[in-house]
C-alpha cells in the first residue's frame, strides 16, 4: 500500500540554526499539506499545495518558515531560524484528486523536532 | 473560520464496552466530518468520516453520528478491543468543499482497560 513518506523521523538542533523537512506524497495525489502538532493538540495547517502552487499560507510564520514543491511532487519544509517554540511533530499529507470523490487525507509518520 | 471542539480529553473504558467521542463545529458550511486515530510514534490515521447528506455511517464496530442542525457530530465504538487505545481527532472542513482544509479537535486519549 502506498505511503507518505518523510524524513528525518527525529530531528534535535539548537536555537537559531536552520533544519529542513522532507516529504514525498502517494503517487499521484496533487494536494499536499504540511501540519505542526504541538504536543498533545490535533495538528494545525501550515500550507497546502496544489501541484506547485500554494493554495493557503494563512498559518505559516513567514518570517522564519518557507516551503516549497518545484516540480509538484515532493516538498521541503524549512525553519530558519529555528526557536524552542518549534519544537512539534511535522505532519506531512496528501489527497487524491477530488474527481475521485475521496477527501481523505493521507499523513505520514511525522518528523519530531526538538529544539533546544 | 471553522471551530472545533472535541470531548472528553481522555476516556477510559473496561474492555467490551462501547466509547462515545463528541465534537461540535461552528461553520454551518461544512459538510465533511472525518475522524483520524492516531497511534503513538505516527501520523493520524482515518477510521471513518460522513458528509452532510446522511445522518448516521457505520463500519463494523466503529459508527460516526451527525446532527447538522446541533453542529455536533460523534463516533461510537462498541465492543472495544486493547488495541482501540489511541488518540482520536474528529475534523471539519468550514466549507462545502471537503477538500479545503481541516481544522481538526484537540484529540481525546482513549484508553481500552483490559
Known amino acids: 500500500e502506498a505511503e507518505v513518506a518523510q524524513s528525518p523521523r527525529y530531528k534535535i538542533t539548537e536555537k537559531s540554526q536552520a533544519v529542513a523537512f522532507w516529504c514525498d506524497p502517494i503517487?499521484?495525489?496533487?494536494?499536499l499539506y504540511w501540519y505542526r502538532q504541538i504536543l498533545g493538540q490535533g495538528p494545525e495547517l501550515l500550507v497546502q499545495f496544489q501541484d506547485e502552487s500554494v493554495v493557503d499560507d494563512s498559518q505559516l510564520p513567514k518570517d522564519r518558515f518557507s516551503a516549497e514543491r518545484l516540480k509538484g511532487v515532493d516538498s521541503t519544509l524549512k525553519i530558519q531560524p529555528a526557536e524552542l517554540g518549534d519544537s512539534a511533530m511535522y505532519l506531512c499529507?496528501?489527497?487524491?484528486?477530488?474527481?475521485?470523490?475521496?477527501?481523505?487525507?493521507?499523513f505520514g509518520p511525522g518528523t519530531r523536532l526538538t529544539v533546544t | 473560520g471553522e471551530n472545533v471542539e472535541q470531548h472528553p480529553s481522555t476516556l477510559s473504558v473496561q474492555e467490551g464496552d462501547s466509547a462515545v467521542i463528541k465534537c461540535t463545529y461552528s461553520d454551518s458550511a461544512s459538510n465533511y466530518f472525518p475522524w483520524y486515530k492516531q497511534e503513538l510514534g505516527k501520523g493520524p490515521q482515518l477510521i471513518i468520516d460522513?458528509?452532510?447528506?446522511?445522518g448516521e455511517k457505520k463500519d463494523q464496530r466503529i459508527a460516526v453520528t451527525l446532527n447538522k442542525t446541533a453542529k455536533h457530530f460523534s463516533l461510537h465504538i462498541t465492543e472495544t478491543q486493547p488495541e482501540d487505545s489511541a488518540v482520536y481527532f474528529c475534523a471539519a472542513p468550514g466549507s462545502p468543499f471537503g477538500n479545503e482544509k481541516l481544522t481538526f479537535g484537540t484529540g481525546t486519549r482513549l484508553t481500552i482497560i483490559p
Open positions: 460522513i458528509r452532510s447528506n446522511v
Open positions: 503517487s499521484g495525489h496533487a494536494t
Open positions: 499529507a496528501s489527497r487524491p484528486d477530488p474527481g475521485t470523490g475521496s477527501y481523505e487525507q493521507y
